[in-house]
């Protein structure tokens, strides 16, 4: 599934055309994605095709494609502070993007089928945030991921904010997936071939409306157990922070206001990050047309007709796109420095209370 925008060389390339799209239209969402390489989320032999707008697949691990990704983080309305439960959270790459916005005093819950991908996200996890210099950009809300049936959650728990389901949903559990949420909560999923956004106005009042159409494998039934009884799954419990964990997040955020302060001021010479490495000019046409072709969604672009001002616009961008091209690649400027990291490691504290501020850290 995808194919909407052409592939990126990087996971800030693939950002770009789904910009360009108009599949990212909001900043935090876009934040979210260039903060967290989808690559990292692939097998090492599959890498090459990270930066293609097309859904991967290799035995229970899945990813969707990043045009249905943009759809979904842009259509949950995601703000900090909310709970989110993602049903069929794989590989935990939405969860983390999620999380990213959601900021420590949210709620991140993701329900899993298969056991072996459980374990894949958790590595995923702790991969990101022991190594990625994004993490520090952001406070976090972690996810929690338990294995079992969505379709089999207790009726005690607790409802959310946002949902989101990644498998197609049949028409006979949608009022299942609705009472997920809270009255003012959004519910975001694939059903009848149409990725649909629910919002819950009332106790029982909600308001529908088709995003995109697509083709999502559908939600596998339970398998219940020979005495007929099925597998509840019960959902973490939204615990409260610890005062260590409360103070970890304060001093990190005091931190990241100082480094602010100085930027802004001047006094820390460098503080600011250098920009990001010129791209070649994007071509804006919109998205026209999405059809299938042997379950797969593709998407094709349809021009304006041309016309002698647009083609000699055209050759002006390609042009200037040639010429950036050869610009030499040592005015690539350094990767920026984690400042936050920096800062941590240079204040009079013991080494095992600088690696707990930054979440121990390999890097």
């Given at each position: 599934?995808g194919?909407?925008?052409?592939?990126?060389?990087?996971?800030?390339?693939?950002?770009?055309?789904?910009?360009?799209?108009?599949?990212?239209?909001?900043?935090?969402?876009?934040?979210?994605?260039?903060?967290?390489d989808?690559?990292?989320?692939?097998?090492?032999?599959?890498?090459?095709n990270?930066?293609k707008?097309?859904?991967?697949?290799?035995?229970?691990?899945?990813?969707?494609?990043?045009c249905i990704y943009?759809?979904v983080?842009?259509?949950?309305?995601?703000?900090?502070?909310?709970?989110?439960?993602?049903?069929?959270?794989?590989?935990?790459?939405?969860?983390s993007m999620v999380?990213l916005i959601?900021?420590?005093?949210?709620?991140n819950?993701?329900?899993e089928?298969h056991?072996?991908?459980?374990?894949?996200?958790?590595?995923?996890?702790?991969?990101?945030?022991?190594?990625?210099?994004?993490f520090?950009k952001f406070?976090?809300?972690e996810?929690?991921?338990?294995?079992?049936n969505?379709?089999?959650?207790?009726p005690d728990c607790?409802q959310?904010?946002?949902?989101?389901?990644g498998?197609?949903?049949?028409?006979e559990?949608e009022?299942?997936?609705?009472n997920?949420?809270?009255?003012?909560?959004?519910l975001?999923?694939p059903?009848?071939?149409k990725?649909?956004?629910?919002?819950?106005?009332?106790?029982?009042?909600?308001e529908?409306?088709?995003?995109l159409?697509?083709?999502?494998?559908?939600?596998?039934q339970?398998?219940h157990?020979?005495s007929g009884k099925?597998?509840l799954?019960?959902?973490?419990?939204v615990?409260?922070?610890s005062?260590?964990?409360l103070?970890?997040?304060?001093i990190?955020?005091?931190?990241?206001?100082?480094?602010?302060?100085?930027?802004?001021s001047?006094?820390?010479?460098?503080?600011?990050?250098?920009?990001?490495?010129?791209r070649?000019r994007l071509?804006?046409r919109?998205m026209?047309t999405?059809?299938?072709?042997?379950k797969?969604?593709?998407a094709?672009r349809?021009s304006?007709?041309?016309?002698d001002?647009?083609?000699?616009?055209?050759?002006?961008e390609?042009?200037?796109?040639?010429?950036?091209?050869?610009k030499?690649?040592?005015?690539k400027?350094d990767p920026p420095?984690n400042?936050?990291?920096e800062?941590?490691l240079?204040l009079?504290l013991?080494?095992p209370?600088?690696y707990?501020?930054l979440?121990?850290?390999?890097k």
């Amino acid at each position: 599934m995808g194919g909407a925008v052409s592939a990126g060389e990087d996971n800030d390339e693939l950002i770009d055309n789904l910009k360009e799209a108009q599949y990212i239209r909001t900043e935090l969402v876009e934040q979210a994605f260039r903060a967290i390489d989808r690559a990292d989320y692939y097998l090492e032999e599959f890498k090459d095709n990270a930066y293609k707008d097309l859904a991967w697949k290799h035995g229970n691990i899945h990813l969707s494609a990043p045009c249905i990704y943009s759809e979904v983080m842009e259509a949950l309305d995601l703000q900090p502070g909310l709970s989110f439960l993602n049903l069929g959270s794989g590989t935990g790459y939405l969860s983390s993007m999620v999380g990213l916005i959601l900021g420590p005093f949210g709620v991140n819950h993701g329900v899993e089928l298969h056991s072996d991908v459980i374990e894949y996200a958790k590595q995923k996890l702790d991969f990101f945030i022991k190594t990625s210099d994004s993490f520090d950009k952001f406070e976090f809300c972690e996810p929690s991921f338990v294995i079992g049936n969505c379709l089999e959650i207790s009726p005690d728990c607790t409802q959310y904010d946002r949902v989101y389901c990644g498998a197609g949903v049949q028409k006979e559990h949608e009022d299942y997936m609705k009472n997920l949420l809270k009255v003012g909560g959004i519910l975001v999923m694939p059903l009848e071939e149409k990725l649909t956004k629910i919002t819950r106005t009332g106790p029982s009042a909600w308001e529908t409306k088709k995003i995109l159409a697509v083709s999502f494998a559908p939600l596998i039934q339970p398998n219940h157990t020979d005495s007929g009884k099925s597998r509840l799954v019960h959902l973490p419990p939204v615990a409260v922070r610890s005062l260590q964990d409360l103070a970890r997040i304060a001093i990190r955020g005091t931190i990241k206001k100082i480094i602010h302060q100085e930027a802004l001021s001047g006094a820390g010479n460098g503080l600011k990050s250098p920009p990001r490495f010129k791209r070649r000019r994007l071509r804006r046409r919109r998205m026209e047309t999405i059809v299938f072709l042997d379950k797969e969604v593709f998407a094709s672009r349809i021009s304006s007709p041309p016309d002698d001002n647009n083609n000699s616009e055209d050759m002006e961008e390609e042009r200037l796109e040639e010429e950036e091209e050869s610009k030499p690649s040592e005015l690539k400027p350094d990767p920026p420095v984690n400042f936050l990291r920096e800062k941590v490691l240079s204040l009079p504290l013991p080494d095992p209370l600088k690696y707990y501020l930054l979440y121990y850290r390999e890097k």
